[in-house]
């Protein structure tokens, strides 16, 4: 079009195309501008929310790593036994003695002379069964409230078919092993535990090499190692368990034994001020981080300083001010605060932990740390087991039940239970404000009391947990931030739609303009030219 333009003598002499890209962009830029910058305004804001969600989840999942910090550190004097906390609320220990006078062990079979790993068993049914071998002569076995298991093999079956089918049973581990003189056998593994023997029993008119894998009637042909008990003592007190993983013997403590003892393993409880401390300095960093992020995110950027992403966003900053509430606050019946174990707020916001003070006052009461890390879960009437799935606000919760009938509900919310076989009922809160507690009372109680005081870190859990939650104020704003962009976009597609709409249409009215002049200034040529030639004729 512009070659022709150019070409065209009796026309405008304008650049069409040119003239038609310029008026386009005079009437869609400064709408394209106006929609882009609230495109970034809008994706600038967004960015600043989900940095300041994906810091408050960091946070939230620090605040659940310290609920299983433990003020008392378990240790045994000797590597024979060995402690682990498992449930720093239920310690309750000063200091233990325990004797192990034997491990557990597990019954090991051999079942030797074999040519190969392939070497064919045949076909047949093997009956493998759970029990205890006595100690008589010869011994007899009992087997236990678990059901045997029977295998079918077929014709062709091999020792590593056997292998196989056992591997597949809860309790036995078993494996084709090279004895290293030309030889294979196949051993075979009970878990620990004197009723954790084994029965192999081959039904009748199975081949005979399958058979020959059969000692329901005495195992000491094929046994290497009995099955037995770990024999220890706590105290002094005879103590018999079917593991080397004892988790039921001293509250809130795994005990793994790994070997007799001479003398008795001192196990005791001291304050753990070193794990504390480490993980006290983390919170308090990680407070002072998440204070930092939405102090730069709400930064107003007044004189040379730079605005934030969220430059005076209220949600955010009203979000840190309900956290430092919350830090400020006493909790547990002694109204504990931060500033007890010497965590303090310096005149700039920030929270400094000073270790000195804290050691101290974890030597002198390790219980000091409770009301801000464990939630005080009480009940009168009843025993209570568990912890509630979402930490309610403090206060008293009363369960009101029918003797006759066993219905009971917990404020007034009707509570699933069954009666034991010791005459006592057990309810399970499945909904509510405790949801996740198990109760237990006795047949004739009518009513009883469960009462709960939220930790620090429960009540900051919760805060963060109701800031954060679909329905909440900052995911509301996500989602109206997330729908601007939307239709800014489809506002920018249409901008570009109509652009093309309105280049084609000034295209069109130009050359159209084009053709007209072209043809009137080829008309006033035509007339010029004829006058001329009437003017030289006269």
Do not use: C
Not at 63 to 92: F, G, H, I, K, W
Not at 236 to 246: E, F, K, L, W
Not at 341 to 351: A, H, K, P, Q, S
Request: without cysteine; glycine residues 8%.
């Amino acid at each position: 079009m512009d070659i022709l333009s150019s070409l065209n003598t009796g026309g405008s002499g304008l650049n069409i195309s040119e003239l038609t890209e310029t008026l386009t962009k005079a009437e869609i830029e400064p709408r394209k501008s106006l929609i882009s910058q609230r495109i970034d305004t809008a994706e600038l804001r967004l960015s600043g929310y989900e940095r300041l969600r994906g810091q408050t989840e960091t946070l939230d999942e620090m605040l659940s790593l310290m609920r299983q910090l433990s003020p008392l550190a378990v240790r045994s004097d000797t590597s024979a036994v060995r402690t682990n906390v498992t449930d720093a609320e239920a310690l309750d220990l000063t200091s233990a003695q325990i004797s192990v006078n034997r491990l557990a062990t597990s019954q090991v079979l051999n079942f030797a002379g074999y040519a190969s790993a392939d070497a064919e068993v045949g076909a047949g049914a093997l009956t493998i069964a759970v029990g205890t071998w006595s100690e008589d002569t010869p011994p007899v076995f009992t087997q236990g409230a678990e059901t045997a298991n029977t295998i079918t093999f077929a014709e062709g079956s091999t020792l590593a078919d056997v292998a196989e089918a056992l591997n597949l049973l809860d309790g036995v581990s078993a494996r084709v092993i090279n004895s290293g003189d030309g030889t294979f056998s196949l051993g075979v593994t009970s878990e620990t535990g004197t009723a954790n023997a084994l029965r192999f029993s081959v039904a009748a008119g199975a081949d005979p090499r399958l058979a020959a894998l059969d000692f329901s009637a005495d195992p000491t042909g094929v046994q290497v190692q009995t099955a037995g008990n770990a024999e220890l003592s706590l105290n002094g007190i005879p103590v018999s368990r079917a593991s080397n993983t004892i988790s039921d013997l001293l509250p809130g403590v795994d005990l793994t034994l790994t070997a007799p003892t001479t003398t008795p393993a001192t196990i005791t409880a001291t304050p753990d001020t070193e794990g504390s401390l480490e993980v006290m300095q983390g919170f308090v960093d990680m407070i002072n981080a998440t204070r930092t992020l939405f102090k730069d995110l709400t930064a107003r950027g007044f004189g040379t300083g730079t605005a934030g992403d969220l430059a005076g966003d209220t949600l955010t900053e009203s979000l840190m001010f309900g956290m430092e509430t919350v830090l400020a606050r006493g909790f547990g019946s002694a109204d504990t605060h931060l500033a007890d174990i010497g965590v303090m707020t310096e005149r700039d916001g920030r929270l400094s932990l000073d270790a000195t003070k804290f050691t101290a006052a974890l030597n002198a009461n390790p219980a000091l740390l409770d009301p801000l890390i464990r939630d005080d879960l009480s009940a009168t009437g009843a025993e209570l087991s568990g912890t509630p799935t979402v930490a309610p606000e403090a206060g008293t919760f009363r369960l009101t039940r029918d003797p006759a009938t066993g219905a009971a509900s917990l404020n007034g919310v009707a509570l699933v239970g069954r009666e034991q076989e010791d005459g006592r009922w057990l309810y399970s809160v499945s909904s509510g404000p405790m949801r996740g507690i198990s109760l237990t009372v006795e047949a004739d109680v009518d009513t009883a009391e469960i009462r709960f005081g939220p930790s620090m870190l429960s009540s900051l859990q919760s805060y963060l947990g109701s800031a954060l939650e679909n329905d909440s104020s900052l995911a509301r704003r996500e989602d109206s931030l997330r729908d601007t962009i939307a239709e800014e976009t489809s506002a920018l597609d249409a901008l570009d739609t109509r652009s093309e709409d309105l280049r084609a249409r000034y295209l069109a009215k130009f050359t159209e303009m084009e053709r007209i002049i072209t043809q009137l200034n080829s008309t006033g040529d035509y007339l010029t030219n004829l006058i001329d030639s009437w003017n030289s004729n006269n």
